[in-house]
């Protein structure tokens, strides 16, 4: 299975349990634009039958739905501490609702569990969700550094928000001055190795 993962297009799957449609469609939308093939289910016997298949890299988990006590956050704890070198393929992050911080966050971060609370800030959930990606070696780098080409990421990013308001209500999409700074650093670093490659490849001797 993993050699037959690697041979086909890159695209990282991701299987999200959520009963909450609104905030599923939300997390889908934005995974589907960063070019991930995401997978929705909404009981407990849908989320081991697509466990089974082993084809997923990370499920993101509502955790009123697992809970706290049940078998199935043992499971998935269990299953998501095996690292790649001892055959582990897949990561978990726990969505946390709005109303439910208290009940659950203290629990997730004594476990050391990564989770977002809803609603998200999208480079925020966007990091986590990669950085949990690179650990299991589905992506060689994280999104944050891969996939913001500046003036691109931040336009589609802003578009989307118009109509995805699980993620509107922190900064709407909009990006702190330091990230700012950050992305356009990179966007510099990044037009002038283009450049520099350019006139490489044309063989251009005036440089």
């Not at 449609?21 to 995401?38: F, H, N, P, T, Y």
């Not at 003036?151 to 909009?174: C, P, V, W």
Request: aromatic share 6%; proline share 3%; glycine share 4%.
């Amino acid at each position: 299975m993993a050699s037959l993962q690697k041979t086909e297009a890159r695209q990282v799957s991701l299987l999200v349990w959520e009963d909450d449609q609104r905030s599923a469609l939300a997390m889908k939308q934005i995974l589907d634009s960063e070019g991930c093939r995401v997978r929705i289910v909404d009981d407990l016997q849908m989320l081991h039958m697509e466990l089974k298949t082993g084809e997923y890299s990370l499920l993101i988990a509502n955790i009123a739905l697992v809970g706290l006590e049940s078998a199935t956050f043992h499971v998935l704890r269990e299953l998501a501490s095996v690292s790649p070198e001892e055959g582990g393929r897949i990561r978990v992050m726990y969505v946390v609702p709005e109303m439910a911080e208290s009940h659950f966050v203290s629990t997730l971060e004594t476990e050391k569990l990564p989770y977002a609370v809803r609603p998200f800030h999208l480079h925020d959930f966007l990091e986590k969700v990669s950085d949990l990606l690179v650990e299991v070696k589905a992506i060689d780098a994280p999104l944050r550094m891969t996939r913001y080409e500046f003036g691109a990421a931040r336009k589609k990013k802003k578009q989307a928000a118009r109509t995805n308001a699980m993620f509107a209500s922190r900064d709407s999409y909009s990006y702190s001055e330091e990230e700012l700074a950050e992305y356009e650093k990179l966007e510099a670093e990044l037009s002038k190795n283009k450049r520099l490659k350019s006139r490489l490849d044309l063989g251009n001797p005036r440089g």
